[in-house]
């Protein structure tokens, strides 16, 4: 019963990852009417650097969470572990590049202050869990590694979490703004609690 309970919430996930993580090819195929590019100011849609930042964070962001999902697979860690060396190795890259356009393009972001705080918090915690989740396994502490690479995959399914609170967020409020606000704690801060409950019941230690 457990492992299917467990093949079913891996399957699961793998379904919103894929389908979150091809999202942003809308945004090549739409063009500037598609997400959030309607709302911003031609200015910023003109502006190179932002330009770089945004198609940066959604491209590299979708391959991470294209990729990062099939790492839980328990079979695949340890059958076939060159795949699953070659897979972090894509993962880790794709967020560093991903967290820090992501960073930059925080201070642009709908809503203000309140949400550039909430985006650019994401960004950071995003980066430290995967840089010390790397660092822990060049250091061989498995244990220490895979308690961060499971925080850092929840920070990254905030992509995922963001598109379905945000719908969500516009029915209550009904206002962009105010949802905009909000999303940007909300898609990020449950799933870190989340994933600290998880390694908290896998025994994995974290410090």
């Known amino acids: 019963m457990k492992n299917t309970t ?11 990852a894929v389908s979150i993580g091809l ?43 294209l990729i990062g999902w099939v790492q839980f697979s328990e079979k695949i860690r340890n059958t076939y572990i060159k795949l699953h060396k070659g897979i972090g190795k ?39 869990y995967t840089l010390r989740g790397y660092l822990a396994v060049r250091n061989k502490d498995l244990s220490l590694h895979k ?6 995959y929840a920070a990254t399914f905030a992509a995922v979490t963001l598109r379905i609170w945000l ?14 606000r909000i999303v940007s704690w909300l898609c990020w801060v449950p799933n870190i609690v989340f994933a600290f409950f998880w390694v908290r019941k896998r025994g994995l230690v974290i410090g």
């Open 6 to 16: 467990n093949i079913v919430a891996w399957i699961v996930l793998g379904v919103s």
């Open 23 to 65: 999202y942003p090819l809308l945004y090549f195929v739409v063009g500037r009417e598609f997400g959030i590019l309607p709302s911003k100011g031609e200015q910023l849609l003109d502006n190179a650097f932002w330009n770089i930042g945004f198609y940066g964070h959604i491209v590299f962001g979708g391959v991470a969470l």
């Open 90 to 128: 894509l993962y880790v890259i794709s967020v560093l590049i991903s967290a820090v356009c992501g960073g930059y393009i925080a201070f642009f972001a709908t809503g203000g202050i309140v949400s550039t705080i909430g985006f650019a918090s994401l960004a950071l915690i995003w980066l430290f």
């Open 147 to 152: 308690g961060f690479m499971i925080y850092s």
């Open 167 to 180: 719908p969500i967020l516009h029915i209550l409020f009904d206002d962009h703004i105010v949802a905009y």
